[in-house]
């Protein structure tokens, strides 16, 4: 693999079709590691008019450290294409994988990114794109229209779930009334006698994620601490700048939780206590009435 990359540095005519097989080579590789390993493109949507410019960018990840940087287009539910690669220690660039618009795409490789350039934009440029070599990135969505960008409306609400049988707890968090509508989640949590707020760890697992029409629904799961109560907050990142929830979402510890069940035990036990207690003193009574009851009928027969 590593051979026939490097005879790509050459495009003559007779290497071409190899070189070609080494990007298949590179695609495949990327949608069998995709599942295990993800680059983080910083831009997840893009929107521009019709003759405007954009530029994708690598992000300036340690990934983009590799040899050879390739460009992918993706239309949705079709196979990804290659439009380019970018060698990074000469800056050669190869377009000869056939791609219909590659005369529409330049590139360039700066210090720390390596860029996807479009410099007159049409309406089928309307693509996802997504770079990488043997791994790919996360993608950055390219609309093009004439609406304006607006930043989605964040609420937070109490989940109603079962998590506390298995000491977790949910965490809701609602994106609505923006444009474009794709976003990205993430949580950060505060001690709540204090503290540094701290970066929540990527959801592995623990985060549903609803898209409807106007609105992407968020609800994740955390573990409750044994000793300390944490307060949550969501921040949903979109084209038009990253927008924090307005309130925070208390998470108690577990213990406490558990002396919450302790104490509604004890309060259901006293109450049933009680009424046993009402319902033995009414026996009670009532049986002292009748036995007096009957030693009057008595006394009047005598």
């Known amino acids: 693999m590593k051979a026939l990359d490097q005879q790509c540095l050459f495009p003559s005519e007779k290497e071409r079709k190899g070189c070609k097989t080494a990007a298949l080579c590179c695609l495949c590789s990327a949608l069998v590691t995709m599942a295990a390993e993800q680059l983080i493109q910083d831009d997840l949507t893009l929107t521009r008019r019709v003759g405007e ?179 949550y907050r969501c921040y949903v990142k979109h084209e038009g700048g990253t927008v924090e929830a307005p309130t925070q979402q208390e998470v108690s510890a577990w213990y406490q939780r558990f002396l919450q069940w302790v104490k509604l035990l004890c309060l259901l036990y006293t109450v049933l206590i009680v009424k046993s207690l009402v319902y033995c003193c009414g026996l009670s009574l009532l049986m002292i009435l009748t036995n007096k009851g009957a030693s009057t009928n008595c006394t009047h027969a005598d």
């Open 53 to 231: 410019s954009v530029s994708f960018s690598c992000g300036g990840t340690e990934q983009c450290d590799e040899d050879y940087i390739f460009w992918y287009q993706k239309k949705e539910k079709e196979t990804f294409r290659v439009i380019l690669y970018i060698d990074k220690s000469s800056g050669y660039i190869e377009k000869g994988y056939g791609h219909p618009q590659e005369n529409d795409f330049s590139a360039e490789n700066k210090e720390n990114s390596c860029e996807l350039k479009i410099n007159k934009i049409k309406l089928d440029h309307s693509y996802w794109y997504y770079y990488g070599h043997l791994i790919f990135g996360s993608g950055t969505k390219l609309s093009v229209t004439d609406e304006q960008v607006v930043k989605p409306v964040v609420s937070v609400y109490p989940a109603a779930s079962r998590a506390h049988l298995e000491r977790k707890s949910s965490l809701l968090c609602v994106a609505s009334a923006m444009f474009p509508p794709l976003v990205q989640f993430s949580w950060k949590r505060q001690k709540k006698n204090g503290g540094e707020p701290e970066e929540l760890p990527p959801a592995e697992g623990e985060q549903l994620e609803l898209r409807e029409s106007g609105r992407t629904i968020a609800i994740r799961m955390v573990d409750r601490d044994d000793l300390f109560t944490y307060m």
